[in-house]
């Protein structure tokens, strides 16, 4: 009996080893589906990069499950400390998110840094006419046409954005529902890992709508991979992938023939 529990043990670790690739989720940094009503601040990463309620936040319907409202006025998610492996510094960096505004004003998604400093900040927000704005603070990238969020579903119909830095070739795009709509070559980047928030920027850039599936990357995301973030694949980066059944089988079948084999010896002795 000793035996066997001592198996089954093995076979559980076993079994965490293939469901955990520490490898394949290196570059996702944070990811918050909004899920849980109970804690919408619920890092899905892996990481433990939590982030805790202020001001009227709300759960609500999102794209895939659940999602998250903000008034526009106070409310948010924040950091109650440092993001572990957030980007910093001249680092390559993903934001991404769906979201579905209610208004056209300069409502944050999300940022982090030195607020004042020129270069000191990573921060992406919408702009007063729908368009979005991914800026270091006096260094910024704007997609200034005012149809960008009203295509498709409509102005207040969700989207799926993202803004994107490459580090080894400075170049850094805005996308929106997998177009990308504005790119530029920059440098200077010297962001600080201060003042992490989801539904806020700087002041009062407040966001107002709601909001699902919003992520934080230490890389550039390629096309591909944010199409299948889009659809609520995180598997690349190791979320939400489970064994392969061939795997635990093999390992069921090896553990239940050394037990066979250990109790025949037992008995034969």
Do not use: C
């Amino acid at each position: 009996m000793q035996l066997i529990n001592k198996l089954t043990a093995a076979l559980l670790a076993a079994a965490s080893l293939l469901a955990i690739s520490p490898a394949a989720n290196a570059g996702l940094v944070a990811l918050y589906t909004f899920d849980n009503a109970a804690n919408l601040g619920l890092d899905k990463s892996g990481k433990g990069n939590n982030l805790v309620n202020s001001g009227s936040v709300a759960a609500t319907a999102g794209v895939y499950g659940g999602g998250l409202a903000l008034n526009g006025g106070s409310a948010l998610l924040a950091a109650s400390g440092t993001l572990a492996g957030l980007p910093t510094g001249d680092s390559s960096y993903s934001i991404t998110a769906w979201i579905n505004p209610t208004t056209s004003g300069a409502g944050g998604i999300v940022g982090w840094g030195n607020y004042g400093t020129n270069n000191e900040v990573v921060a992406f927000r919408m702009n007063g006419d729908y368009s979005l704005h991914n800026y270091w603070w006096y260094n910024d990238l704007s997609a200034n046409s005012p149809t960008n969020l009203t295509t498709g579903s409509g102005t207040t119909g969700w989207h799926f954005v993202a803004a994107t830095y490459d580090a080894i070739t400075h170049v850094n795009s805005i996308y929106i529902d997998g177009v990308q709509v504005a790119t530029r070559t920059a440098t200077g980047l010297n962001a600080k890992a201060m003042n992490f928030a989801v539904g806020k920027t700087v002041d009062n850039e407040y966001f107002n709508g709601q909001m699902d599936n919003t992520a934080i990357f230490n890389q550039s995301l390629t096309s591909t991979e944010l199409l299948a973030i889009s659809r609520n694949d995180f598997s690349a980066f190791g979320v939400g992938v489970v064994p392969e059944p061939t795997s635990l089988l093999l390992l069921a079948i090896g553990a239940a023939a050394l037990v066979g084999t250990r109790r025949r010896a037992t008995r034969a002795a």
